[in-house]
Nanobody
Framework: QVHLEESGGGSVQAGGSLRLSCAAS????????MAWFRQVPGKEREGIAG????????YYVDSVKGRFTISRDNAKNILYLQMDSLKPEDTAMYYC????????????????????WGQGTQVTVSS
């Protein structure tokens, strides 16, 4: 049974940092592109960062480019999202998701191609 579990969310002041982790089990992790999505109530889920199966290629949405860094450890089956210079508009529920190869580094719109999802971790940034 596939299981993705996010951790590392919390409350932080603007300008601060958080590091999200996503531990994966029950799948051949190195066969999956991985991505981070976020969602706020009333808005569509947004793919903000993606990484290729081997980690060589990454994608970021413009709003987080230069502030967030996605990485993966295929030996430990863990996905990371380092978030720096956080802004109040980064407040959202953050989800990790897995897309089996063949896959693209850029997350598919709405995450429609991602087979597996975590339960999410809340990030709140106060001004």
């Amino acid at each position: 049974q596939v299981h993705l579990e996010e951790s590392g969310g919390g409350s932080v002041q603007a300008g601060g940092s958080l590091r999200l982790s996503c531990a994966a089990s029950g799948l051949v992790y190195s066969r999956y592109c991985m991505a981070w999505f976020r969602q706020v109530p009333g808005k569509e889920r947004e793919g903000i960062a993606g990484i290729s199966v081997g980690g060589q290629s990454t994608y970021y949405v413009d709003s987080v480019k230069g502030r967030f860094t996605i990485s993966r450890d295929n030996a430990k089956n863990i996905l990371y999202l380092q978030m720096d210079s956080l802004k109040p508009e980064d407040t959202a529920m953050y989800y990790c998701a897995a897309d089996e190869a063949p896959c693209t580094t850029r997350p598919a719109a709405g995450g429609l191609k991602h087979e597996y999802w975590g339960q999410g971790t809340q990030v709140t940034v106060s001004s």
